[in-house]
Structures are given as structure tokens and as C-alpha cells.
């Protein structure tokens, strides 16, 4: 497992890299002359390719001077029954708003949702409750190869991040920094092999301190109709401190209306005992 999501992406990037880097196609050298304020015009916009549903994020930016905005309308969180004490987590509307700035960069808001938190009581500790909003997240992607390619089936991107300890109670309690790689390879017209490796620099509150963790992911992804697609995602949590992997699968379906409007729905199945189970619903618009 641990080295499963690292060879897999390198399997995608190394073959196509060199030679994909080596030439700009046609439609990205036209779409290159417009910028935040010279939006591209709308027949030549890529697809809809938002960040959720899944872990695993897309390659894919926002095409310059356009705006994307993401939400989880809701996101209902467990522990693992056999996890002692139980937590229970809900999330309200946590979303994104992302901005092209150019052909290959786009700038990214995250704020937090405002959460509900419960944990039970134990033979040593009462039940607990609270609420609040979370932090403020700021991210640029930047696609690094086949934002608009024709000629490779390949796309890859960095994403890098730092969350602001705006939260309170709710949120890290420090700031939080991250760079992420993920990439999506086309095997067909009607499917994608997408796999992500992140580096992050986490904050633990009770410790006061940062620590490493990773989460590699992989997700692969059908379209049954133009208008619906499901997929399946294997997401594995990697802490440097205690050199444990929690996993979990993620499974979901993605509605699309129109080509600036897509729904998601779908759960998260834990694999091990300390992965959560999740269920969520969300929804993308573009302008």
C-alpha cells in the first residue's frame, strides 16, 4: 500500500512528460492571450473539471478571467463504531471560490463550514458538544502539462496552500501548509484514472506543534450519459508520528446540467478503525 499511490503516478507522468512539455498544441497557444481581465471567451472554455467530489483533486484549472464556485452543502462525519469515544460531525456548506487567472494559474478561496460537533460520553469523560465556523484556506493551482492538450491523455498539476487559524475552537488551532500533485490520465472518451500525492504540514492542538502527513489517492471514473458519471476513489492517510495507514474508499455519482452546472452525491466507506464514515452532497457552478 505504501508504495503503491508513488508508482502509480510516476507510471502516469513519466512516459508522456518529456514529450508532451516539448511542443505547445494549437489551442493553448490561442488561449494563452487572455488573462483575469480578457476572459477567454465561452466557446473556447474547457470542461467543467471541479476539484469534488473526491479527495483527489483535478489537474484542471479555471480558464482565465472566469470564476468556479464549489460547496459541500452537507457533509455527515462518524467514527468507526469500534472507535471509543464516538465523535459525530456536521458540516454545513463549506465552499471554494476559485478565479483564472491565466491560461494555467488559478487563485482559490476555501472557507471552512460551520460545524456541529459531538463526542459521547465515556466511563472517564462526559459527552461534549460545539460549534462554529472553521478556517480560511487560500490555494494556487497551476497545471503543469494538458490544461488543454489534444495530443497527450495525460494532465498534471501542483497545488499549493496555507490555512489561516481563523477558526476558533472549530478549526486547527495553527497554520497549516500543503502542496498537492495530482494528475488525470484519459484512458477512454468515457474514462479517467486520476491519482494524487500530497505533502502536508499539519498543526496538532493539543501538542502545539506541526507534524507530516500524507494522503495518496487514487480514482477512477466513468461516464454512463453526458449527463451522469459515477466513480470510486481509494484514499489511504498516512501519519509520520505514529507510521500508521487509515484507509477508506469513497463512492459517489456526479449530475451534470448544462456544461457550468454539475451535482455530486456519494459516501465514504472506512477500511480501517480509525478512518471516519462520511456522507456528502454537494454542487459546482461556473461563470
Known amino acids: 500500500m505504501r508504495l503503491l499511490f508513488p508508482t502509480l503516478l510516476a507510471t502516469l507522468l513519466l512516459p508522456h512528460l518529456v514529450a508532451a512539455q516539448a511542443h505547445t498544441d494549437s489551442l493553448t497557444a490561442v488561449k494563452s492571450r487572455y488573462s483575469l481581465f480578457r476572459p477567454v471567451p465561452r466557446e473556447l472554455m474547457r470542461d467543467l473539471a471541479p476539484d469534488r467530489p473526491g479527495v483527489t483533486e483535478s489537474p484542471f484549472t479555471v480558464d482565465a478571467g472566469h470564476f468556479q464556485f464549489e460547496t459541500a452543502l452537507a457533509n455527515l462525519i462518524s467514527s468507526h463504531p469500534k472507535q471509543q469515544p464516538k465523535q459525530y460531525t456536521f458540516r454545513a456548506n463549506a465552499f471554494v ?7 494555467r494559474t488559478d487563485v482559490q478561496l476555501f472557507i471552512d463550514a460551520y460545524e456541529w460537533n459531538r463526542t459521547s460520553a465515556t466511563a472517564d469523560e462526559p459527552a461534549t458538544r460545539n460549534q462554529g465556523f472553521g478556517d480560511i484556506t487560500v490555494r494556487l493551482k497551476r497545471n503543469l502539462l494538458g490544461n488543454d492538450s489534444t495530443e497527450s491523455p495525460l494532465a498534471v498539476a501542483a497545488i499549493g496552500f496555507v490555512r489561516l487559524p481563523t477558526g476558533g475552537r472549530q ?12 494528475a488525470t490520465y484519459a484512458l477512454a472518451d468515457t474514462w479517467n484514472l486520476s491519482a494524487q500525492l500530497p505533502l502536508l504540514l499539519n498543526f496538532d492542538r493539543d501538542e502545539s506543534q506541526h507534524y507530516l502527513q500524507t494522503a495518496p489517492s487514487i480514482n477512477l471514473d466513468h461516464a454512463f450519459r453526458p449527463w451522469l458519471t459515477g466513480f470510486g476513489e481509494l484514499v489511504a492517510q498516512h501519519d509520520f508520528r505514529t507510521r500508521r495507514w487509515d484507509e477508506a474508499i469513497n463512492a459517489g455519482a456526479v449530475f451534470s446540467v448544462g456544461k457550468n452546472i454539475q451535482f455530486d452525491i456519494g459516501r465514504q466507506f472506512a477500511l480501517t478503525g480509525q478512518a471516519d464514515r462520511e456522507y456528502f452532497v454537494g454542487f459546482v457552478v461556473r461563470r
Open 97 to 103: 471560490l476559485k478565479m483564472g487567472l491565466d491560461n
Open 171 to 182: 478549526g486547527a488551532g495553527g497554520y497549516e501548509y500543503g502542496l498537492l500533485l495530482p
